[in-house]
């Protein structure tokens, strides 16, 4: 009765592992379904949601939800929300469960970009091709934008997800908030910004500072798709260990961005690593081992969803694509 309904689902049985072929070229498994079709039928869907996520409400609120849409809606691939919605998939749930969540998310996203950007910190002018907030609508009302699509995250996550037991949406909205705190993105932020400039940062410490800054949403991002359509404990660690190598993966692709694309390519200014004497991993062990620290980062991701074959193919696919994209 009830109380079944707040448990999670048992693990399906173990599937075969997917082939060794899939972990070299996960391509292969994506070509299946056809990714870049994929990527962009989610795109659409997730754009209309995030579009329909903020409504001026009265004349008082105009500027600081005007200031909140144009951070929200300025593009991007909108990579989190989409592996949310693939993660649910993955575990028999809908898009229609997960999207909730998945706006939630890039709203957190772009809370983080709105107040990276901010001349406190990363101090950029340029954002996904178009100014940043604070350039456009000044650095106090940016500040407030990103504190009110923090908070907004919440209430949209809690208030429109439905078909979903009380007890894992509460689980959702507690790893969102984990996500973005002390051992989530503010955390690792205040690492990179203490690292820069630093003599004799390790490896380790990188690491560390992009597990939290980086990989943290991903991971919330693919655990909480999980979460939603009922995946077991043994599952949802599957899908950590997945997400904690492609978030690593994704920033090691962004530093070697940083120093062989230009800022038309990128959207946001080229070098700028290299300016602030930023540490990444291509100052630390050099641009070709990098590369090859992707891949590898990638492989390992592609492992951790083995067990669930083919219907696992969309983020597989993702995985191959963050180091293969171009911006």
Same mark, same amino acid.
């Given at each position: ?157 809690? @208030? !429109?997800? #439905?078909?979903?037991?009380? %007890? ?5 909205? $507690? =790893? /969102? ?102 540490? @990444? !991993?291509? #100052?630390?062990?050099?641009? %070709? ?5 992707? $891949? =590898? /980062? ?30």
């Amino acid at each position: 009765g009830a109380a079944e309904a707040f448990t999670p689902r048992p693990a399906a049985p173990r599937r075969a592992p997917i082939s060794r072929s899939a972990t070299v070229a996960p391509e292969e498994a994506a070509t299946a379904f056809d990714l870049k079709e994929y990527l962009e039928t989610k795109r659409v869907n997730v754009e209309k949601a995030l579009d329909e996520s903020l409504v001026v409400t009265c004349p008082e609120v105009k500027t600081i939800t005007e200031s909140m849409k144009y951070s929200l809606n300025a593009g991007g691939k909108r990579v989190r929300p989409i592996m949310c919605i693939a993660a649910c998939e993955m575990f028999g749930g809908t898009e229609e469960m997960a999207m909730p969540t998945a706006v939630a998310l890039e709203m957190i996203h772009t809370m983080s970009l709105v107040h990276d950007d901010l001349p406190a910190m990363d101090d950029d002018d340029l954002r996904r091709g178009v100014p940043t907030n604070h350039v456009k609508y000044g650095e106090d009302i940016a500040i407030l934008a990103g504190d009110a699509l923090l908070s907004t995250a919440f209430e949209h996550c809690a @208030t !429109y997800t #439905k078909g979903v037991p009380a %007890e894992r949406v509460v689980e959702v909205l $507690r =790893r /969102l908030g984990e996500s973005v705190g002390a051992v989530g993105l503010a955390g690792g932020q205040v690492m990179d910004l203490q690292c820069e400039g630093k003599e004799g940062v390790t490896l380790q410490q990188l690491q560390w500072i992009h597990a939290h800054k980086t990989a943290a949403l991903l991971k919330v991002a693919v655990t909480s798709g999980a979460i939603l359509a009922g995946a077991s404990p043994e599952e949802v660690k599957a899908c950590e260990t997945y997400a904690l190598d492609v978030g690593l993966a994704f920033q090691v692709a962004d530093d070697i961005l940083d120093v062989t694309a230009s800022t038309e390519e990128l959207g946001k200014t080229a070098g700028k690593d290299e300016a602030v004497d930023k540490t @990444t !991993y291509v #100052k630390l062990i050099g641009l %070709e081992e990098s590369k090859i620290e992707a $891949r =590898r /980062l990638v492989d390992d991701a592609v492992k951790a969803l083995s067990p669930f074959g083919e219907k696992a193919a969309p983020l597989i696919g993702i995985a191959d694509y963050i180091v293969a994209r171009k911006n």
